[in-house]
């Protein structure tokens, strides 16, 4: 189903909304995790929620159940731990 290897992390408005989407991606077989994010954005989001597949599955996900996100995380967010 996918790459165990593959993440993807991408900013999340509010930690309702990345609560909301850690929801979806655990009932479709996903593991995620919301963390903190402390000065990665520059558009104020404060978390951002990692998730076990690449980013167009995430992004495919969060638009069809109309959660909003911000941008998505490269490799600046992968020592954060």
Excluded at 36 to 64: D, F, P, W
Aim: hydrophobic share 35%.
């Amino acid at each position: 189903m996918y790459d165990e290897t593959e993440k993807t992390a991408v900013m999340m408005p509010s930690v309702t909304h990345a609560m909301k989407a850690k929801k979806i991606f655990s009932s479709l077989g996903f593991r995620s995790d919301i963390k903190r994010a402390s000065g990665i954005s520059q558009k104020g989001c404060m978390h951002y929620i990692e998730v076990n597949t690449n980013a167009e599955n995430v992004t495919s996900i969060l638009e069809r159940n109309n959660i909003k996100y911000g941008e998505l995380l490269r490799k600046r967010w992968e020592h954060d731990d």
